[in-house]
């Protein structure tokens, strides 16, 4: 029978992936520092504990799905007892799927090679309906030797894991994805915009860019103008999908990761300031693609 696997952080997308865990047949113990987020798992069989020390006390393996850089330091170099992990099982793997900066990536590996454990960083793409049906896209990175066992889970969680190289590799081609996404979400809303100036139907446009040279995800998957597509959050009041906030919260990451690297992302740093300044106005919690909301405020003037 297959042997537990360890689950820290049951937030919005922890708490489906552990589930397809559970679905494979792996039995899971988990924690998180909000007690309320572990109770659906308990009642599908998972066992909760205390605190992360716990969970790698008795799995080898261990997946985190934490909000940020602050969260995974305080895991495995922090001070507190509650959140940290002091000792590991030897051997033990340390997949990590939240999104950080690639360079905490690297410096929590020391940490865990120090403790005599394996870390990868493993973030994912995909949003909460993808971790819930499975679907994810794992971007690993880690000691290669060890990806065979890392896929093992990641599959379990993910239809794509896609080896990316050495540790924050994985982050590295995450904070990509998303800040060529972000740009292109404003590209694209301010393209419909300006359309619709002009005197085109939204959909018509829409139909034209996704026969032309400007289609893109964001025109023809994800269409940010309400009414021109079902199903996106465009058409529900850009509710659910992927929040203003978090992507903001990536693009810093990618600011950050230029900066060190002394690479011009200046469209990165554009689109970073812009889903900043929506999250002061209100569109924190509201899907990215209402960037074309943010563009027409000032429509009746
Ligand atoms: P979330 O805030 O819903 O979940 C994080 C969970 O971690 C919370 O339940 C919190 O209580 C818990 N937690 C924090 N510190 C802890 C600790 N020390 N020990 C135990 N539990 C702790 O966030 P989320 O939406 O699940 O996202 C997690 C990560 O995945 C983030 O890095 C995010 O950027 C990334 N991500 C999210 C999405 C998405 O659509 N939500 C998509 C791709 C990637």
Same mark, same amino acid.
């Given at each position: 029978?297959?042997?537990?696997?360890?689950?820290?952080?049951?937030?919005?997308?922890?708490?489906?992936?552990?589930?397809?865990?559970?679905?494979?047949?792996?039995?899971?113990?988990?924690?998180?520092?909000?007690?309320?987020?572990?109770?659906?798992?308990?009642?599908?069989?998972?066992?909760?504990?205390?605190?992360?020390?716990?969970?790698?006390?008795?799995?080898?393996?261990?997946?985190?799905?934490?909000?940020?850089?602050?969260?995974?330091?305080?895991?495995?170099? @922090?001070?507190? *007892?509650?959140?940290?992990? /002091?000792?590991?099982?030897?051997? =033990?793997?340390?997949?990590? %799927? &939240?999104?950080?900066?690639?360079?905490?990536?690297?410096?929590?590996?020391?940490?865990?090679?120090?403790?005599?454990?394996?870390?990868?960083?493993?973030?994912?793409?995909?949003?909460?309906?993808?971790?819930?049906?499975?679907?994810?896209?794992?971007?690993?990175?880690?000691?290669?030797?060890?990806?065979?066992?890392?896929?093992?889970?990641?599959?379990?969680?993910?239809?794509?894991?896609?080896?990316?190289?050495?540790?924050?590799?994985?982050?590295?081609?995450?904070?990509?994805?998303?800040?060529?996404?972000?740009?292109?979400?404003?590209?694209?809303?301010?393209?419909?915009?300006?359309?619709?100036?002009? @005197?085109?139907? *939204?959909?018509?446009?829409? /139909?034209?860019?996704?026969?032309? =040279?400007?289609?893109?995800? %964001? &025109?023809?998957?994800?269409?940010?103008?309400?009414?021109?597509?079902?199903?996106?959050?465009?058409?529900?009041?850009?509710?659910?999908?992927?929040?203003?906030?978090?992507?903001?919260?990536?693009?810093?990451?990618?600011?950050?990761?230029?900066?060190?690297?002394?690479?011009?992302?200046?469209?990165?740093?554009?689109?970073?300031?812009?889903?900043?300044?929506?999250?002061?106005?209100?569109?924190?919690?509201?899907?990215?693609?209402?960037?074309?909301?943010?563009?027409?405020?000032?429509?009746?003037?």
């Amino acid at each position: 029978s297959k042997t537990q696997v360890g689950f820290i952080g049951l937030g919005n997308m922890g708490k489906p992936m552990a589930k397809n865990l559970l679905k494979h047949g792996y039995p899971v113990i988990a924690t998180d520092v909000f007690p309320e987020s572990c109770k659906e798992l308990q009642e599908l069989g998972a066992q909760i504990v205390d605190n992360p020390a716990e969970v790698a006390d008795q799995a080898d393996r261990v997946v985190t799905m934490l909000p940020s850089n602050p969260s995974l330091s305080r895991l495995l170099t @922090g001070y507190s *007892p509650n959140t940290r992990i /002091k000792k590991v099982k030897k051997g =033990s793997l340390l997949i990590d %799927s &939240s999104t950080i900066d690639p360079a905490v990536s690297k410096e929590m590996a020391v940490a865990a090679e120090k403790m005599g454990a394996v870390f990868m960083d493993a973030p994912v793409s995909g949003g909460v309906g993808a971790a819930s049906s499975g679907k994810l896209t794992f971007m690993v990175g880690g000691v290669e030797e060890e990806f065979t066992a890392a896929q093992e889970l990641l599959t379990c969680m993910g239809a794509n894991v896609v080896y990316c190289g050495a540790v924050g590799t994985g982050q590295a081609a995450k904070i990509c994805n998303n800040m060529l996404l972000a740009i292109g979400m404003i590209g694209t809303s301010e393209t419909m915009n300006l359309g619709i100036r002009l @005197g085109l139907d *939204p959909k018509l446009l829409a /139909k034209i860019l996704n026969m032309s =040279s400007g289609r893109c995800w %964001s &025109s023809d998957t994800y269409n940010p103008v309400p009414g021109v597509m079902e199903g996106v959050p465009s058409g529900n009041n850009y509710q659910g999908g992927f929040g203003t906030q978090l992507m903001a919260k990536d693009l810093g990451l990618a600011q950050t990761t230029a900066t060190n690297t002394k690479t011009p992302v200046p469209l990165g740093s554009l689109a970073h300031q812009i889903y900043r300044m929506m999250c002061a106005r209100g569109y924190a919690s509201k899907d990215f693609s209402s960037v074309f909301q943010f563009l027409r405020e000032d429509e009746e003037n």
